[in-house]
C-alpha cells in the first residue's frame, strides 16, 4: 500500500493534535483519482479494508516538499495506520517526474536525522525500513558476517501497473523500457499470479 506522503499522508483529520502546526491548506492535491479528485479518502478506505479483514500491509510514503519539514507529524501519521513497516522515498527527479521540485540536500539530511530520533523515541512502533535496514547491516558489519547473500537480500515490492504488467523491486522500474531486461517486468497479472511471479523471481535478468 502506497502512500504520497507529499499530500495524503499529513490530512491534518487523521493526525495527532500536535500535528496542529502544520498548515491548513489541504495537501492532497498531487494524488489524485481519474476524475481529478484527491485521492485520500480512497486510501484510507483502502487501509481500513485491510485492517478489517486482517492482511499486513506496509506503507510507502513519497515525501516531497510539501512534508519534508514535518517529519515528526508525518511519522506519528504513518505509524497510526498500524503498517508492518513505513518505507520512505524522498522525491526526485526520475521517469515521468520531472516537473516537480524535489527537496534539497539539507532538508533530506535534517528529514533522517528528525526520523533517527523519533524512532528512538517511539521503539514499539513500526520499523522505519531504511533505517531498518542501515541498522541491520551495520550490525552484521561490526559482527563480521559474511553471509553476502543475508546482507544483499532486498525483500520484493510487486508493483502492478495499469496494463497488469508487475515489477518487483521497485515502483520507479514500472513503465521503464529496457529490452535487454524485458523491461523489467516480471510478468503479467492478466495471465499470470504474483505467487507465480515470486517462485520465478531468481530466473529474472
Known amino acids: 500500500m502506497a502512500i504520497d506522503a507529499s499530500s495524503a499522508a499529513v490530512a491534518r483529520s487523521a493526525l495527532p493534535d500536535r500535528s496542529m502546526?502544520?498548515?491548513?491548506v489541504e495537501l492532497t492535491a498531487h494524488r489524485v483519482d481519474r476524475a481529478g479528485h484527491?485521492?485520500?479518502?480512497?486510501?484510507?478506505?483502502?487501509?481500513?479494508?485491510?485492517?478489517?479483514?486482517?492482511?499486513?500491509?506496509s506503507v510507502l510514503a513519497v515525501v516531497?516538499?510539501?512534508?519534508?519539514?514535518?517529519?515528526?507529524?508525518?511519522?506519528d501519521f504513518?505509524?497510526?495506520?498500524?503498517?508492518v513497516n513505513i518505507g520512505i522515498n524522498i522525491e526526485e527527479y526520475e521517469g515521468a517526474n520531472t516537473e516537480r521540485t524535489p527537496p534539497t540536500r539539507d532538508q533530506a539530511v535534517a528529514f533522517w536525522r528528525s526520523a533517527i530520533s523519533w524512532t528512538r523515541r517511539n521503539p514499539d512502533a513500526p520499523p522505519v525500513r531504511e533505517l531498518d535496514r542501515l541498522g541491520r547491516y551495520l550490525r552484521m558489519s561490526r559482527q563480521q558476517q559474511a553471509d553476502r547473500g543475508v546482507r544483499s537480500r532486498i525483500d520484493p515490492l510487486p508493483t502492478i501497473a495499469a496494463?497488469?504488467?508487475?515489477?518487483?523491486?521497485?515502483?520507479?522500474?514500472?513503465?521503464?523500457?529496457?529490452?535487454?531486461?524485458?523491461?523489467?517486468r516480471a510478468g503479467n497479472v492478466l495471465?499470470?499470479?504474483?505467487?507465480?511471479?515470486?517462485?520465478?523471481?531468481?530466473?529474472?535478468?
Open 21 to 24: 502546526i502544520l498548515p491548513s
Open 38 to 57: 484527491s485521492a485520500h479518502r480512497l486510501i484510507m478506505k483502502g487501509i481500513k479494508c485491510l485492517q478489517d479483514h486482517g492482511v499486513l500491509f
Open 64 to 75: 516531497g516538499h510539501e512534508t519534508i519539514d514535518h517529519p515528526e507529524a508525518l511519522f
Open 78 to 83: 504513518l505509524a497510526s495506520l498500524h503498517g
Open 163 to 184: 496494463n497488469g504488467d508487475v515489477v518487483l523491486l521497485s515502483p520507479e522500474l514500472s513503465g521503464i523500457t529496457a529490452p535487454t531486461y524485458d523491461d523489467f
Open 191 to 205: 495471465s499470470k499470479s504474483i505467487a507465480s511471479m515470486l517462485a520465478q523471481a531468481s530466473q529474472l535478468r
